[in-house]
T-cell receptor, first 111, second 112 residues
């Protein structure tokens, strides 16, 4: 049973560009949350998607947007990249019964 | 705002001894606390949790203690094993709020 799959694993982008990260949830999970983990810090909540809608959002600017598809997979989009957006982006899926399963993350480097 | 704090960036213990990882929080609304373990190049893995109605939860070698008055929780690992070497994150949430708040993590090294 595959867990949470994230792609790509690593990515290098130039300041000002746009990036799309992808996440496939664990089988049986219908909710996807995205976290940003900067170096030396814990994961910070970006937003959560459920039933193809953003259910809750953390303290992140509108440059961060997302989408959830009918098959529960999700994308995280970041526009106008800043150097400070360099981080590990984690996707976590969950079901109504609770319990988060994290993917291995996408390491984004903005140069 | 750092609502969940892990003040020790690293901890080193000898195999077989007890490891104690600490976590403090500031938001008295938090009612559910979790510990995650993270190996390099992997995502965080759920380890153990505790509800605010309890002050202790045990699962094998892992025990979490919650002191609500002090807004403090700790994770005890007994006995520690080299395979326990990882970064441990403390996390807290409020029932109905999907924004789980994480501490910055403590890197545990268990020496053989």
């Amino acid at each position: 049973d595959a867990g949470v799959t994230q792609s790509p694993t690593h990515l290098i982008k130039t300041r000002g560009q746009q990036v799309t990260l992808r996440c496939s949830p664990k089988s049986g999970h219908d909710t996807v949350s995205w976290y940003q983990q900067a170096l030396g810090q814990g994961p910070q909540f970006i937003f959560q998607y459920y039933e193809e809608e953003e259910r809750q959002r953390g303290n992140f600017p509108d440059r961060f947007s997302g989408h959830q598809f009918p098959n529960y997979s999700s994308e995280l989009n970041v526009n106008a990249l800043l150097l400070g957006d360099s981080a590990l982006y984690l996707c976590a899926s969950s079901s109504p019964r609770g319990g988060y399963t994290f993917g291995s993350g996408t390491r984004l480097t903005v140069v | 705002d750092q609502q969940v704090k892990q003040n020790s960036p690293s901890l080193s213990v000898q195999e077989g001894r007890i490891s104690i990882l600490n976590c403090d929080y500031t938001n008295s609304m938090f009612d559910y606390f979790l510990w995650y373990k993270k190996y390099p190049a992997e995502g965080p893995t759920f380890l153990i949790s505790i509800s605010s109605i309890k002050d202790k939860n045990e699962d094998g070698r892992f025990t979490v203690f919650l002191n609500k008055s002090a807004k403090h929780l700790s994770l005890h690992i007994v006995p520690s094993q080299p395979g326990d070497s990882a970064v441990y994150f403390c996390a807290a949430s409020v029932f109905g709020d999907n924004d789980m708040r994480f501490g910055a993590g403590t890197r545990l090294t268990v020496k053989p």
